[in-house]
């Protein structure tokens, strides 16, 4: 199946600092890639829509102020978690659907991100 | 608006034995994919089986198939002949058929396999 890589894997900062997390589509281009974010134990919640060229769509409840996200290309979507604070900490994965659906519409999904604020 | 139940937070069996995990989903749409995803503790998401909503039969992955039925709006994942590399959280979700849906997720439901 397709590759999606995310970077950094794991993050430590202070509160008030911002982060930004890379999602990376390798060898395949996509127009839509999502954000979801993951408490422990939890399911995994979307926050947004990425898509490229164009603003992200985010679900209610998710500051776009706060989190601000880039789809400047095909294969990349930033992530930038804003003046982090003790509760943003979090997992944060990102996914990604081929144009055409895929097989199965499948979409694929990054490695995650482990951000911890102190 | 489409939503994934899944009502086991936690289920316990033996090596060997099967196991199923329950899934509803709810939708009027009558185009959908249901999805079945593994997360084990490192929190990659590991895709296990796939089932449209015009699939006349039951999908099946090695060990893995998928009890659909669809009057009934449900996705049973069985995982035959559990193994320890099982234990794992396991998410059902669903999306549907048209170019930029997100995957909904179920809130999951935590397979711990013993010896």
């Known amino acids: 199946g397709a590759v999606v890589s995310q970077h950094p894997s794991r993050v430590i900062c202070k509160s008030g600092t911002s982060v930004k997390i890379e999602c990376r589509s390798l060898d395949f281009q996509a127009t839509t890639m999502f954000w979801y974010r993951q408490f422990p134990k939890q399911s995994l919640m979307l926050m947004a829509t990425?898509?490229?060229?164009?603003?992200?769509?985010?679900e209610q409840g998710v500051e776009k102020d706060k989190f601000l996200i880039n789809h400047a290309s095909l294969t990349l979507s930033t992530l930038t978690v804003t003046s982090a604070h003790p509760e943003d900490s979090s997992f944060y994965i990102c996914?990604?659907?081929?144009?055409?659906?895929?097989?199965?519409?499948?979409?694929?999904f990054g490695p995650g991100t482990r951000l911890t604020v102190l | 608006a489409q939503k994934i139940t899944q009502t086991q937070p936690g289920m316990f069996v033996q090596e060997k034995e099967a196991v199923t995990l329950d899934c509803t989903y709810d939708?009027?749409?009558?185009?959908?994919?249901l999805f079945w995803y593994k997360q084990p503790s490192s929190g990659e998401m590991i895709f296990l089986i796939y089932q449209g909503s015009y699939d006349q039969q039951n999908a099946t992955e090695g060990r893995y198939s998928l009890n659909f039925q669809k009057a009934r709006k449900s996705a049973n994942l069985v995982i035959s002949a559990s193994q320890l590399g099982d234990s794992a959280m396991y998410f059902c979700?669903?999306?549907?058929?048209?170019?930029?849906?997100?995957?909904?997720f179920g809130k999951g439901t935590t397979l711990s396999v013993s010896s």
């Open positions: 979700a669903m999306t549907l058929n048209q170019a930029g849906t997100a995957l909904i």
């Open positions: 939708t009027s749409d009558p185009s959908y994919g």
């Open positions: 990425s898509n490229e060229g164009s603003k992200a769509t985010y």
């Open positions: 996914s990604a659907r081929q144009p055409s659906g895929g097989i199965h519409n499948e979409q694929f």
